[in-house]
């Protein structure tokens, strides 16, 4: 039987997913693909309010679009956390 949260952690996901993959557009070099497999780890052990964490960590970091905001926004909204960018 499906987790009752299972519909939503898939949004949350996908949301995290995009401004993952955004982020990760902008950072190609070694120094962080450590921290995108930091990301990795934590969406393998569902633990999604770490991976937002390190994504925002990574996005405050650079000079990401808004769009990224929008998505890590979204994805913390999504898990009742309130983003303070």
């Not at 519909?7 to 693909?33: F, I, K, P």
């Not at 999604?48 to 679009?65: M, Q």
Request: hydrophobic residues 45%; glycine residues 2%.
């Amino acid at each position: 039987m499906a987790h009752p949260l299972e519909a939503r952690w898939n949004v949350t996901r996908a949301l995290l997913s995009e401004a993952q993959n955004s982020l990760a557009a902008l950072h190609t070099d070694a120094d962080y693909q450590s921290l995108f497999a930091l990301y990795r780890e934590f969406i393998d052990h569902n633990e999604l309010g770490l991976a937002l964490d390190s994504l925002v960590n990574i996005a405050r970091e650079s000079s990401c679009p808004e769009t990224t905001w929008k998505l890590l926004s979204a994805a913390a909204d999504s898990m009742d956390i309130k983003l303070t960018i």
